[in-house]
């Protein structure tokens, strides 16, 4: 039987250090990730490269779940540049949908 239960820490950053090591550091915070990563300069050397982890579970070093949805308008956005004539603005401008939220039928 394997244990398959993964845990993400919330900010990770990885580091490409003089002695050829590539290294992940995770942290509560952002800071703490950095310190993490700048403490491991004293047994690697100094650190060539760096940057917060994107991946299938980070975006720009912040683990995904963290990551608020974006907003959700209680309106449609409509957006009329391409729109040539008033005719087509007015059109574009008037309910698409039926009052029970289906599309409206042409």
Not at 40 to 67: C, F, P, S
């Amino acid at each position: 039987m394997t244990d398959e239960t993964q845990v993400f820490a919330p900010y990770r950053c990885v580091a490409a250090f003089a002695d050829g090591s590539r290294l992940l550091f995770d942290g509560l915070t952002r800071e703490q990730a950095r310190s993490t990563m700048d403490a491991a300069m004293e047994q690697h050397g100094d650190i060539g490269w760096w940057n917060w982890v994107t991946d299938e579970n980070y975006r720009n070093g912040e683990y995904y779940k963290l990551i608020p949805p974006p907003p959700h308008f209680p309106f449609p956005i409509l957006d009329l540049s391409d729109c040539q004539a008033e005719e087509e603005r007015q059109k574009a401008l008037q309910d698409p949908f039926e009052e029970d939220g289906e599309p409206a039928s042409e």
